[in-house]
């Protein structure tokens, strides 16, 4: 079964930049779509963005629209989460996951099958 790991959390200061990666391990993402989730402290697993296969459609959540983006790349079996414009209310835990088939879009986490461990990103004010 595949593994995904997630790297590049951290702490940054309001407006600033990060960019996180997920990488599989054991196997490949396939042709199917990768997503991002995030979970603040004390609410529920929060869908993101996710990415087909191709690269060539995305689809992301109204509250990181326009400043986050998901891109892909299929060889090094890796897939990055440029957040820009970060504000105090993205701070998570962020979480790759593999979607279940690239038939739709996957945008709930029953969608989606094998998960990362997550990395935690803290945007101070």
């Known amino acids: 079964q595949v593994q995904l790991v997630e790297s590049g959390g951290g702490l940054v200061q309001a407006g600033g930049s990060l960019r996180l990666s997920c990488v599989a391990s054991g196997g490949t993402f396939g042709r199917n779509f990768v997503g991002w989730f995030r979970q603040a402290p004390g609410k529920e697993r929060e869908f993101a963005g996710t990415?087909?296969?191709?690269?060539?459609?995305?689809y992301y959540s109204d509250s990181i629209k326009g400043r986050f983006i998901i891109s892909r790349d299929n060889a090094k079996n890796t897939v990055h989460l440029q957040m820009n414009s970060l504000k105090p209310e993205d701070t998570a835990v962020y979480y790759c996951?593999?979607?279940?088939?690239?038939?739709?879009?996957?945008?709930?986490?029953?969608?989606?099958?094998?998960w990362g461990q997550g990395t935690q990103v803290t945007v101070s004010s």
């Open positions: 996951a593999l979607g279940s088939s690239w038939l739709y879009t996957p945008k709930v986490p029953n969608d989606y099958t094998s």
């Open positions: 990415i087909s296969w191709t690269g060539d459609h995305t």
